[in-house]
């Protein structure tokens, strides 16, 4: 009887996650919330207001990305109605604590964001916040251009140089500034692990040795674990270095369905064919291991689903594990665009429950907290609540 209310607990926590991540929220009444730069201005995954989930305040079960839509933007018809939970400050609790709950019972209540003020100004706290992702997760861009967007090739979803057009920053930063960012958020919060990505530079192998570089002085300067993110490289060498200084990889092949991909991600498609992602993951887990090399797939362009769970199935006999992402509307190449999962939850569910089971039966279900950056988080998909459900389901 316990194992098969925990197998029901595990798919209703897979199943509210997905309403979530597919649908986001919007308040009924006339209070204006806190958005997160990219909940409403798009990226490859639903990077919105870090919050808690649970079905009572303080009893929470996991972290989410969540999208708070505003009234009037287009897809706050299919978002989910949510209104303020208040309660009375005590001496023991005596912060105001940003609690929101849905119709259904779920309670979201918005993670804290510890900041000190003195003489650092809001600007500097607000790309800070930015930085901080589900699960103390610190997520930092070295490079915020891309040669595909350069060339007018970039991906429809991107929002690589979102800060840099909002804050006036240079593309790169320099390293002392980008460790002066992460020490003011180490002072005020609490920080598990660093996601080091990068727009290419040039080159994936160009880019490489430059998150190499970065990887290096940030692991002199603290002990954070470190997971980096990258187009697909195939000099063993530069990989065995990268994995002597992070602890996971990030190659993101982005969509399994080649149609979806050429039309999305028309730069990267041009650059490498499936084939050499593959290549590349199977160099990758040579030197990181099974279960530490993750790919994404982003759903939303009306992919043949199909296709994608076979595709995930070949990348998990790699030893590569895979992410299911929700698209996030909002990118400039996107316009006002509707995801196709919108009304399909069952659907999305029935995708997620073969993705659990795909990497439970080729055992890299590693969805381990341990884990650097992206992958000891998943606070933008429904990755690890599917996982769970499987081991359940098995």
Known sequence: MKAKNNKEKALKNLKDRIKLLSRGIV???????????QSIQGGAGPQGVNCYIGEEPGNYKSQISLVIYPKDHYLAEHAIPAKWWTEEQSDEDPKKRKIVFTDDGLFLEEAPFNWHGGWFDRKTARIVKAKLHPYQTYSMCLYRGCKHLE????CKFCTTSLLV????????????????????????????????????IDTPEKTGKELLSFASFLKEKTNLSIHVQIEPIFDQTLL?????????????LESFDENVRQMVCPGKAQAFSPEEYMKSWEMAVSCFGRGKV???DIIGFDEDLEVTVKGIERAARIGVLTSILLLRVGAPGLGDYSPSYIGKEDTVLQLYQELGEILVRNSIDNISPNNAGCMGCHGCSATKEAVLWARLAG
Do not use: Y
Request: charged letters at 20%; a positive charge; zero cysteines.
């Open 240 to 252: 065995k270095e990268l994995s002597q200084v992070a602890d996971t990889i990030g190659i993101f």
């Open 151 to 154: 060339q007018n090739q970039g």
């Open 165 to 200: 057009d909002k804050f006036h920053l240079p593309k790169r930063l320099p390293d002392k500034m980008n460790l002066k960012f992460l020490k003011l958020a180490l002072t005020n919060n609490s920080i598990r692990s660093i996601t080091l990505t990068s727009g290419t």
């Open 294 to 296: 993750f790919t994404t």
């Open 27 to 37: 308040l009924e009444d006339e209070s204006v919330p806190v958005i997160h730069l």
